[in-house]
């Protein structure tokens, strides 16, 4: 169970966007769409943003949008704010057995 | 609203023990997939440990498994989390998580977490 790929850092000044990575391999996503993606401020927990590759719960701002394309998810925030700047997390399972993996985590900072 | 408070979380020698408890509030972890994630200082996010609603099916994160076992007290509506041999890299925040099959298990509940220091 090795932790799914993240850039460390990324950023990107108000207005603009950035897209995270996330990269496994074929059996850390297993050929299914359970790919999610969580925000966490520090000192916070973390708090869910993007379920099943590209869905978003109720209350999170369209700005925030998820793809996966092979073994790479990625996640893109549109029109940065400065509320934007945590860390994002990624996470998959894969397979009965239901073992879950999370992505290293990257660093957003709006310039 | 939902909710999860940990608990149980301390100082302990390597060698340790400790058993972490979990309970909820506002839904019934039997219709739920309850599970532990552990976080070190500074460091990312780590699944630890899961437990079907009905308690049928367990699993564990690799750098756990054989030291760790997770449980659920129906009655209660709460899950528990017993850490054995615990080693210097154990320390962590311990969060106590929800997956929602209505999210493909995704993680939408999560407490506020129970910090474990393993010191000699």
């Known amino acids: 169970q090795s932790a799914l790929t993240q850039p460390p850092s990324a950023s990107g000044s108000p207005g603009q966007s950035v897209t995270i990575s996330c990269t496994g391999t074929s059996s850390d996503f297993g050929g299914y769409d359970y790919v999610s993606w969580y925000q966490q401020y520090p000192g916070k927990a973390p708090k869910l943003l993007v379920f099943e590759v590209n869905k978003r719960p109720s209350g999170v701002p369209d700005r925030f949008s998820g793809s996966k394309s092979g073994n790479t998810a990625s996640l893109t925030v549109s029109g940065l704010q400065a509320e934007d700047e945590a860390d994002y997390y990624c996470s998959s399972f894969a397979g009965g057995d239901m073992l879950y993996v999370f992505g290293t985590g990257t660093t957003v900072t709006v310039l | 609203e939902m909710r999860l408070v940990e608990s149980g979380g301390g100082l302990v020698q390597p060698g340790g023990s400790l058993r972490l408890s979990c309970a909820a509030s506002g839904f019934s972890m039997r219709d739920y997939w309850m599970h532990w994630v552990r976080q070190g200082p500074g460091k990312g996010l780590v699944w630890v440990a899961r437990?079907?609603?009905?308690?049928?099916?367990?699993a564990y994160g690799d750098s756990v498994k054989g030291r760790f076992t997770i449980s659920r007290d129906t009655a209660k509506n709460t899950v528990d989390l017993q850490v054995n041999s615990l080693r210097l890299d154990d320390t962590a925040l311990y969060y106590c998580v929800r997956a929602n099959c209505r999210n493909k298990n995704a993680f939408d509940v999560w407490g506020q977490g129970t910090m474990v220091t393993v010191s000699s």
């Open positions: 437990i079907k609603g009905d308690g049928s099916s367990l």
